[in-house]
Nanobody
Framework: QLKLVESGGELVQPGMTLRLACTRS????????VSWFRQAPGKEREGVAC??????????IVKDSVKGRIYITRDKAENTIYLHLYNLKIEDTADYTC?????????????????WGQGTRVTVSS
């Protein structure tokens, strides 16, 4: 089954910045909304951000609690969706996964039919 591929996760110190990437060779992301989710140890998966399809204007939704620190962007030429993580906090530690859907869920639910990636791990520790 076709899967998306995430990259960019690593061990960093609090306050640092990371850029996560979501892409897939041979799978054009333009017509899809793409969301980023994260799952911390012992917690449920939660939606972080979503960007709508290019046709829908690449509009973004970001989880309220991370607004101002986390941004989602689309690079059409690179067929890649980026999640920009600024001023990282220990509580941002999680496995981050992207998913392509037909539209962005206003609540960032992970329960829409989607093509998923396998995830990339972000660890924030001093």
């Amino acid at each position: 089954q076709l899967k998306l591929v995430e990259s960019g996760g690593e061990l960093v110190q609090p306050g640092m910045t990371l850029r996560l990437a979501c892409t897939r060779s041979g799978f054009i992301l333009d017509p899809y909304a793409v969301s980023w989710f994260r799952q911390a140890p012992g917690k449920e998966r939660e939606g972080v951000a979503c960007i709508s399809s290019i046709r829908s204007g690449s509009k973004t939704i970001v989880k309220d609690s991370v607004k101002g620190r986390i941004y989602i962007t689309r690079d059409k030429a690179e067929n890649t969706i980026y999640l920009h993580l600024y001023n990282l906090k220990i509580e941002d530690t999680a496995d981050y996964t992207c998913a392509a859907t037909m539209y962005c869920s206003p609540t960032l639910t992970p329960n829409l039919p989607a093509t998923w990636g396998q995830g990339t791990r972000v660890t924030v520790s001093s």
